[in-house]
């Protein structure tokens, strides 16, 4: 293949990044679209805010199969939030600031995720 | 210009969708803290859990819901229209149809979470 | 600042564009002038189709298109040119394809064909389809198809640039010297740049803003038939112009022949295809001079709508797929701009200035000629409006621009590619830009004249109501006089704008310079035609007159003075006969 | 009536930004704007500065941002406005040369960056190419781009990031796209698929709105995205 095209511009190079990121969008919102939904309705309307304390949350931490389920809700939403916000950098941003705040926000999502990851698999299992 | 520009539906639902995902990001940031806290400070945890059972707490929940809500809806709007391009002639209706549930479904749960903070009982008890 | 190509195009509609594409093809350091962007061009406009008996829908020969072509054209058509319009014709509109035009197509895959006015089958038993088409945006359609292809192949665009001269060596054009480039204002910044040039096509298009009533785009001032004019060549067949019959009341804009094409009637006041009265064979499919002619006809008569100067299209009983499938931009324009829904109502219509037959004298290979034994005029071109070959003659049929453009545009970039090879590159230097320097500094200059809209307004006027379908002695010498006296007026013209920057209004005056040669040029050839002869209608003159005029006009400016020579129709296959449909 | 004219005027020689200037101008209501502008010109002000050529919305010259949209001047008229206040503004997201005149060179550019002309370098029959009826009205629609910019002006993402090819190119690569007789599909939807490619169109629907042609934009460049997933599906 040339490295030039018919209208003498120079090949695009790497674009398969911004189609996974594109694709991937769209997968993660609709896996959200279950959990973070579900997520909102247990935490507010099945249950409330003012009778909810450690016991709660242990308790509902108590099978494995619901940290699967917040743990996925967890994945998604750090590559959704964040790649959404890189969306907005790149729009409004530009060279050195661009690079810098992209890159904080890889860091960011880094960090959330291990945080997160670290609370789903750490948490004691409530004693029975 | 994108205050001078009058676009329409689309634009509207755009910028609605933008600003709807900057707020839930930066939620996203605080939330995972908050349960990271689970882990380490489970009293620190209890504190914040009051934070959200106090008036203002639930003020901002419901805010944060109807961008959650409006957000997962749009996107759901953003994905058809992605994968069938054809119902792109149906922009406009697709983004009225997402009012509609938006307002239908979010009202009573919206009462639910205001309810407390006016003294109030909460319609619906699905006794968990 | 001065620079160098082997070829030059001005002008970037269909002619010039595919002008520039075989320049391209063939090697040759070449550019393309325009004072617009080249996709603003006016064949852009175009809307119904382009004519090539490629008999995909029904029988058809070359040979027929060409005995309409020379019918249609009142038998003024140069028959030599209109048979190689009418057999190129066929390997362009192919050719286009190939470049991806996308024509319309038949059930099995071809290009898709219609009727048109004027073209017949069997020399004349009735409507034959012949016209190519691509919607009712076949213009549109072949100017965006040059332009793709002008990019594929590298060619060099100057946009936005207006050319205000032309360069020439070895005295004036019409006194034996050559063209050897021109001088172009760049509109961004008001620099004025030579380009030096072994061969100039001339492709700038007709001059119908000299008209009220016009389809013609704001930029259609004949400048390149102008300048040659200016510089000793002569101005052939000008008093043809042509009015299309169905233009838009008021503002002129053009609602294709297409809609007849496909069946749509004209109706007057009472309701009556009038044109059963004046053509009973073709009706409404008559070629656009006699329309234009029996539209004014029932306007005289009464009949028209309301006692008004207007008529009826009817395309109602087409019915919805046909309007919207076939005639959809045209559709639009009656709803845009007349407030018409054409699916449920008669459109209003009225003629309006169309197209020029005439324009600057060429022979087959393109090549500008300066009188009537064939003289060429070395390294000048022109095909296009802006040219008079003559294929169009006295009238010309619907679709035959666009062959033109294309049969001739492929012609002179063909014959400039061959004729700068062992040419030397003119030694002009820049000191050619002073004169139109001098003329533009003293309009921008100038205290307290007359802006250039007043007097164009004024043209407009008296070209419509003295110069325009039916004309007379009577007319024509109060048109005139008064073009004289608008001529007058023009030396101080003056503008608002000083500027340097995109300075419209100092174009506008220059291009007003152009209209008035133009429609001088015009007066004085249609006063001396005494008789009829396609879109020439002279009332005084009623009949054709084939023993003193069966020939082209050519006009000349010398001193201030127009003088007048006549030359011969070449006639090959079709002697003159009385032109009935 | 009298219509008054918000004019947003800019005049490099002179001004050192953009100021909006107000005139008063007869007009009946089936006037365009263009014929305003024309008013105004020619019997208040000549410097007043804009492009147009046709006159009837095929050319593309007179795009501009009228009552806080992108319309044709020459295509718009004075009682689809409403109101009797009507403001005139160049395009937006382009560099202004003077009044409503805007630098269109970048745009220009970023159409012939995605090979914009067919591309079939098999040998030619004697005679056309054939194509059936339904495959040459699979790309009917693009056809129409008058390159006029009003889409691609109207496009936040484009305002944002000036690098974006835009809606304007998307739509001038589709028609190639999906033409039967072309071969370089797969080289247009690799340029397109780059990070100021189609990625950037975020479903905001103003070109489709912009658009005096009444493409549908929108749809265009979606049905290019999906056909860059699905050639890599």
Redesign the interface.
């Known amino acids: 293949m040339p490295t030039i095209t018919?209208?003498?511009r120079a090949r695009p190079q790497g674009s398969s990044f911004e189609l996974a990121v594109w694709y991937l969008m769209r997968l993660t919102g609709l896996g959200l679209f279950v959990t973070a939904l579900g997520h909102f309705l247990i935490t507010h309307l099945l249950s409330d805010p003012s009778i909810q304390d450690v016991a709660w949350v242990s308790e509902r931490w108590g099978s494995i199969a619901w940290r699967t389920v917040d743990w996925l809700m967890l994945t998604f939403v750090t590559f959704h939030a964040f790649m959404g916000m890189r969306v907005v950098v790149h729009d409004y941003t530009r060279g050195a600031l661009k690079t810098v705040l992209t890159m904080a926000l890889y860091l960011g999502a880094l960090v959330i995720f291990a945080l997160g990851t670290m609370v789903v698999a750490t948490l004691p299992f409530p004693v029975a | 210009m994108l205050l001078r520009y009058r676009g329409g539906e689309g634009m509207l639902a755009w910028a609605f969708h933008r600003i709807a995902g900057v707020a839930i990001w930066a939620f996203i940031l605080l939330h995972v803290l908050d349960i990271w806290l689970v882990s380490v400070n489970p009293e620190l945890y209890e504190e914040v859990l009051d934070i959200y059972a106090s008036p203002i707490g639930r003020v901002g929940e419901t805010l944060l819901g109807a961008a959650l809500f409006y957000h997962a809806l749009n996107g759901l709007r953003i994905i058809i229209m992605d994968f069938w391009p054809a119902t792109t002639r149906y922009h406009k209706q697709l983004w009225y149809g997402v009012w509609v549930i938006f307002f239908i479904i979010g009202l009573p749960v919206a009462w639910q979470i205001m309810a407390p903070a006016f003294g109030m009982a909460q319609p619906f008890d699905f006794g968990l | 600042m001065i620079r160098d190509h082997d070829a030059l195009v001005v002008g970037a509609g269909g002619a010039g564009l595919w002008a520039a594409l075989e320049l391209a093809k063939a090697g040759v350091d070449s550019a393309v002038l325009t004072k617009?962007?080249p996709?603003?061009?006016?064949t852009?406009?175009a809307q119904g189709g382009v004519c090539a008996a490629l008999g995909n829908q029904e029988e058809d020969h070359w040979e027929w298109h060409m005995f309409d072509t020379v019918k249609g054209g009142d038998y003024l058509v140069d028959q030599d040119a209109a048979e190689v319009l009418a057999r190129e014709a066929i390997e362009t509109v192919?050719e286009l394809?190939?470049?991806?035009l996308?024509?319309?197509?038949?059930?099995?895959?071809?290009?898709d064909q219609r009727r048109f006015g004027g073209h017949t089958r069997n020399y004349g038993e009735g409507p034959v389809k012949r016209a190519c088409y691509?919607?009712d945006?076949t213009g549109?359609?072949i100017l965006?198809?040059l332009y793709?292809?002008c990019?594929?192949h590298?060619v060099k665009f100057y946009?936005e640039y207006h050319v205000v001269d032309l360069v020439t060596e070895g005295g004036e054009l019409g006194d034996g010297g050559r063209a050897a480039g021109v001088v172009a204002y760049r509109i961004?910044d008001g620099e004025l740049v030579v380009l030096r040039s072994k061969a100039v096509l001339l492709a700038t298009g007709g001059f119908g803003r000299m008209f009220r009533v016009t389809s013609n785009?704001?930029?259609l001032t004949g400048d390149g038939v102008a300048l040659a004019y200016r510089h000793g060549v002569p101005m052939q067949d000008m008093e043809f112009y042509q009015f299309h019959p169905t233009g838009i009341v008021g503002?002129g804009?053009l609602l294709s022949e297409a809609a007849r094409g496909e069946g749509g009637t004209l109706l007057n006041d009472l309701g009556e295809r009038f044109m059963k009265d004046y053509a009973p064979n073709l009706m409404e499919l008559a070629p656009r001079d006699m329309v234009s002619r029996a539209i004014y006809q029932e306007i005289r008569a009464g009949r028209g709508i309301g006692g008004k100067d207007y008529v009826y299209l009817d395309v109602r009983h087409l019915g919805r797929k046909v309007i919207e499938e076939k005639l959809p931009?045209i559709t639009e324009?009656a709803r845009?701009?007349?407030?018409v829904e054409p699916l449920t109502e008669p459109v209003p219509i009225q003629p309006t200035a169309h197209y020029a037959m005439g324009g600057i004298p060429t022979d087959l290979l393109t090549r500008v000629t300066r009188d009537t034994a064939h003289t060429v005029v070395p390294g000048l071109y022109a095909a296009g409006e802006a040219a008079s070959v003559s294929v169009h003659g006295a009238n010309r049929l619907g679709t035959n621009s666009l062959v033109d453009l294309l049969v001739f545009g492929r012609r002179a970039g063909r014959q400039m590619a061959a004729d700068v090879r062992g040419v030397r590159m003119p030694a002009v230097d820049d000191a050619v830009m002073e004169p139109v320097r001098a003329e533009l500094e003293a309009i921008r200059g100038r205290q307290g004249g007359e802006?250039a809209?007043?007097i164009r307004r004024d043209l407009a006027d008296v070209m419509m109501d003295d110069v325009g379908v039916y004309r007379d002695e009577t007319c024509l010498r109060r048109a005139q006089k008064a073009v004289g006296g608008l001529r007058e007026r023009y030396r101080t013209v003056a503008?608002?704008?000083t500027?340097?920057?995109?300075?419209?209004?100092l174009l506008e005056a220059r291009e007003l310079g152009y209209l008035l040669d133009c429609a001088e040029a015009m007066v004085a050839s249609a006063l001396a035609r005494t008789e009829s002869r396609g879109a020439h209608s002279r009332e005084d003159y009623p009949e054709r007159d084939d023993t003193k005029f069966l020939a082209h006009t050519l006009a000349t400016r010398r001193d201030g003075v127009i003088s007048l020579a006549y030359k011969p129709v070449t006639i090959t296959k079709f002697q003159p006969k009385p032109r009935t449909y | 009536m009298q219509v008054e004219l918000r004019i947003l005027r800019y005049?490099?020689?002179?001004d050192r930004r953009p100021h909006e200037e107000s005139y008063r101008v007869e007009a009946g209501p089936?006037d365009?704007v263009l014929d305003l502008l024309h008013r105004v010109?020619?019997?208040q002000?000549?410097?007043l500065?804009?492009?147009?050529?046709?006159?009837?919305?095929?050319?593309?010259?007179d795009a501009m941002l009228i009552n806080g949209r992108n319309r044709l001047a020459c295509?718009i008229?004075v009682d689809q406005l409403g109101g009797k206040r009507i403001t005139v503004a160049p395009l937006p997201g382009l560099p202004v040369?003077?009044?409503l005149?805007v630098d269109?060179e970048a745009f220009?550019a970023k159409f012939?960056s995605v090979?914009?002309?067919?591309?079939?370098e098999g040998v030619?029959p004697?005679?056309?190419?054939?194509?059936?009826?339904h495959d040459?009205e699979r790309?009917?629609d693009t056809?129409?781009?008058?390159?006029c910019a009003a889409c691609t002006s109207s496009c936040p993402s484009f305002w944002a990031q000036p690098a974006y090819v835009g809606p304007a190119a998307i739509v001038n690569a589709h028609r190639?796209i999906f033409?039967t007789?072309?071969d370089a599909a797969e080289e247009r939807l690799e340029i397109l698929a780059d990070k100021d490619g189609v990625w950037r169109c975020r479903t905001i629907f103003n070109c489709t709105d912009a658009c005096p042609r009444g493409i549908h934009i929108t749809q265009a460049i979606l049905e290019v995205s999906r056909a860059i997933v699905e050639r890599h599906a």
């Not at chain 4, 005049?11 to 002179?14: F, I, K, L, S, Y």
């Open positions: 018919r209208a003498g | 617009l962007y996709t603003r061009s006016h852009g406009a192919i394809e190939h470049m991806g996308p024509f319309n197509r038949t059930d099995d895959g071809r290009i691509a919607a945006r549109h359609m965006q198809t793709q292809q990019l594929k590298g946009d961004a785009a704001w930029s503002i804009i931009d324009f845009v701009y007349q407030g802006r809209a007043a503008v608002h704008d500027g340097t920057t995109f300075n419209t209004d | 005049d490099p020689e002179r089936m365009r010109k020619y019997e002000d000549g410097t500065t804009f492009r147009r050529s046709c006159g009837h919305g095929i050319c593309g010259s295509k008229r040369m003077k009044d005149v269109m220009f012939r090979q914009p002309f067919l591309v079939n030619a004697v005679r056309e190419r054939r194509q059936s009826a040459r790309f009917d056809t129409k781009c008058i390159l190639f033409d007789r072309d």
